[in-house]
């Protein structure tokens, strides 16, 4: 017998063109950005740069969203949980 999820749950997973929610987002306001730039522009070679970097932006989303990379610079919360003193220094004591 088949089961199925909540559908609440339903939005974890959501997906517009290969992209969560909030990263198609982030693309769209990159889009209008970059359109508004456009129509000011006389410069192709303004026009061309920001298609790449739209293009590049896309590729490198599609990419987090696949594989994501995490910076791992801190860690959430200690093993352990202690008052004992990591330094050597003696506090209070002269």
């Given at each position: 017998?088949?089961?199925?999820?909540?559908?609440?749950?339903?939005?974890?997973?959501?997906?517009?063109?290969?992209?969560?929610?909030?990263?198609?987002?982030l693309m769209m306001v990159s889009v209008?950005?970059?359109?508004?730039?456009?129509i000011f522009s006389f410069n192709l070679?303004?026009?061309v740069a920001l298609l790449f970097a739209?293009?590049?932006?896309?590729?490198?989303?599609?990419?987090?969203?696949?594989?994501?990379?995490?910076?791992?610079?801190?860690?959430?919360?200690?093993?352990?949980?202690?008052?004992?003193?990591?330094?050597?220094?003696?506090?209070?004591?002269?």
């Amino acid at each position: 017998m088949k089961r199925f999820e909540v559908h609440r749950n339903i939005r974890k997973r959501a997906m517009v063109m290969g992209l969560s929610i909030p990263l198609f987002a982030l693309m769209m306001v990159s889009v209008v950005c970059t359109l508004l730039i456009m129509i000011f522009s006389f410069n192709l070679g303004v026009i061309v740069a920001l298609l790449f970097a739209n293009v590049l932006l896309y590729g490198t989303l599609v990419q987090w969203v696949r594989r994501p990379f995490y910076l791992g610079t801190s860690r959430r919360f200690p093993k352990s949980l202690s008052h004992k003193n990591i330094t050597p220094l003696p506090y209070g004591a002269d």
